[in-house]
């Protein structure tokens, strides 16, 4: 029998789960994250009332295509989440968490039971029913509708056809699913062999990882064959190991590669929350790390992250655009710059992102990276490196950032970088390789060396 991740169907009424993900769901609608409208679900409800919202966000243009087939226009906000919860659910029964006809039934229950929807009871009642009479035909007309079929807003699906013209759809079909859970080995402590015994010691499954590009150094990457409770990690509290994506492993050690190492380091870490690659750069190499952020709440999260990990760098509070309010006028020898981005290359792990972003963002955000670039390469010694990433496929945020700053800046020399990768599928120029060993999110990074004067 189908059953959804989470809590056992026999403890918590389904109508009650799909009651709480409509909620999530229209709240995403109206603009907030998943992560912050999941705060908001009681705690014994939330593993389970999750999984079944990135079920839905992961299906959702093809259910409001469906609701479109159903009604002429849509109901009121509440009754159309539930209704699109319903639908994104029930459409396909290869990845359907129940029964199309439970989660009618248990949809109609929810609708009967919840204030904001019971004036609506009976017409979602009518639209589910019908939905179930005729599912295969009503599927079958939104097969046209690309929105629908790559479950994507129409400008993210233009936008990455122009971007990548012969892999676009090999990048929204991994899209569309489940990030797996890396893990980074701290080499101080241990090796990835080593830690690989402790897990098949403690009945964890995993292999070796590797980002299948060659420009790349080979990094401690391990993914697990199915996700586990980080507690249940032999030595995570103790810092012997980190979650952290095989993309965004690869940052540390590419900005440190062939820098001399003989004396410390002094590195600036900018946008440094929640500290991942802080704390990568401190278990590669002896380095002075000044970690910043604009979040003080997120550079909390820097400070437990050095902690659990048993290393020390300086953390502080601050605008990276904003150096005379926290740079002492000492060069760094490398700069890591993790811009603020679209995040469109973590959609797997953040399904809510195609659908809280605007194409207008893009524009806004490659403003932000441009003028982090202009501000912080002052302030890289001459010889010294500048590693530029984000966690994003869009080329406006990449390559083509990179681009306009290497026109303006002559100082400013390319080194051999990864470039573009994008989810599960590898490293690409417009083909996308189908290479299933290569399971990571969409990133992007350039490697920049100052030339001396």
Known sequence: MKTAAGPRPDSLPLWQQLQAASTVLQTVLSGTSTTVALERVPGAMRPGVQALVFAVLRSLGRAQALRKQLAGRPPPPAADALLCTALALAWRDTDSPYEAYTLVNQAVEAAKRTPATRPQANFINACLRRFLRERDALVLATDDDPVARWNHPAWWIARVRRDYPTGWEAILAANNGHAPMTLRVNARQTSRAAYLDALTRSGIDACAAKVGVTDAPDGDAIILT??????????????????????????????????????????????????????????????????????????????????????????????ASQPRAWWDGELFDAILLDAPCTASGIVRRHPDVRWLRRESDIERLAGIQADLLKTLWPLVKPGGRLLYCTCSVFKAEGADQMQTFLAHNTNAKLLPSPGHLVPHFGAISDAVPDNPLDDHDGFYLALLEKRAA
């Open 226 to 319: 199915n996700p586990v409770p980080v507690n249940a990690l032999p030595g995570f509290d103790d810092g012997m190991v980190s979650v952290q994506d095989a993309a965004a492993q690869l940052a540390a050690p590419l900005l440190l590669q062939r820098l001399d190492r003989t004396k410390p380091l002094r590195v600036l870490d900018a946008c440094a929350a929640p500290g991942g690659k802080t704390t990568h750069l401190l278990e590669l190499a002896d380095c002075r790390v000044l970690a910043l952020d604009i979040d003080a709440a997120r550079c909390e999260r820097i400070h437990q992250s050095l902690a659990r990990t048993g290393l020390t760098a300086q953390v502080m509070v601050g605008d």
